[in-house]
């Protein structure tokens, strides 16, 4: 499951958590089950192809195994948390088989036990401290878990196969993103109409097919060059793209600037919403696919 699937979401023990400015990340899954907590302004959510948006106070629950993604129409502040569900196992046992029955909850408790909680988990699960002090870390964990599923409830879980073709896509999209992927042969591939499976996609992930899939050549490449030490050209053709001139405009609408740019950046210390989003955007409408190139 990818596409992307955060592989290193499921491999990594620990619980994480940070303070996000601006948050904005392309539809993703993994088995952590993933809170976010608003605190100014706004965000935009989709989750398994349903979409919202949520202001000041209110928290977005992502279950295990959710497609979601989010972006930020204008600026916000939030506070992001992802739970291993083998951290905590006395609750990976209650929701077996079940998940929450609403997703979105407007926190208005003057003291906030789940605000409180959610910030001295930012404090505990920062990223310089890739293993956090175990029982103080469950303790409030568990604070959050059991204020949300009060307060969202739990219901069981009767997935529907949208959600599982959601997953199927992205996986495809992971491991086929360097090669040659258009509308048609993605139509063929899971047996629908080209009209039926744009429209299906941008309900799903709030984008075009070509601006996702130039957005995987993109994080490919900037790992490449940070990683590996490629030159430009060479990140950008085993990365999936046939022009610089593409994947130029591309990489700069996908992370805000140039290529050149972003080594200079990215060589020194990583910005904590790169460590946790590799997905990262920094703004630009997702409706609106590139014109051009790699489609």
């Known amino acids: 499951m990818d596409g992307y699937y955060e592989h290193f979401r499921d491999v990594d023990k620990w619980p994480s958590c940070w303070k996000s400015e601006n948050n904005t990340c392309f539809p993703h899954f993994h088995s952590c089950v993933e809170i976010t907590y608003v605190l100014e302004g706004k965000i935009d959510f989709i989750l398994n192809g349903r979409g919202g948006t949520a202001g000041p106070r209110q928290v977005i629950a992502a ?24 951290y905590v196992p006395s609750f990976r046992k209650l929701i077996e088989r079940r998940t929450f029955s609403s997703l979105v909850w407007t926190d208005d408790e003057p003291e906030s036990e789940l605000l409180h909680g959610m910030e001295m988990l930012a404090r505990l699960c920062s990223v310089d401290c890739r293993k956090p002090p175990e029982l103080l870390t469950k303790g409030y964990l568990y604070t959050v878990l059991g204020i949300l599923t009060e307060r969202l409830g739990l219901s069981e879980n009767r997935e529907g196969t949208d959600a599982f073709l959601a997953r199927d896509i992205l996986q495809y999209l992971d491991t086929h993103y360097r090669f040659d992927v258009t509308l048609e042969t993605l139509a063929a591939r899971f047996g629908y109409s080209k009209s039926r499976f744009s429209h299906l996609f941008h309900a799903y992930f709030g984008c075009g097919i070509p601006e996702y899939v130039n957005t995987l050549r993109c994080r490919s490449a900037a790992l490449l060059l940070t990683q590996e030490s490629a030159s430009l050209t060479s990140a950008a053709m085993n990365s999936g793209f046939e022009s610089m001139r593409t994947f130029y405009r591309c990489f700069k609408k996908s992370f805000g600037i140039s290529p050149s740019e972003y080594l200079q950046a990215k060589r020194g210390e990583e910005h904590a919403d790169m460590l946790h989003n590799p997905f990262f955007l920094s703004g630009g409408s997702p409706d609106a696919p590139p014109d051009g190139g790699d489609e």
Not at 70 to 78: G, H, K, L, Q, V
């Open 63 to 86: 279950p295990s195994y959710t497609v979601h993604c989010f972006s930020t129409p204008e600026s916000s502040r939030s506070i992001v948390l992802t739970i291993p569900l083998d």
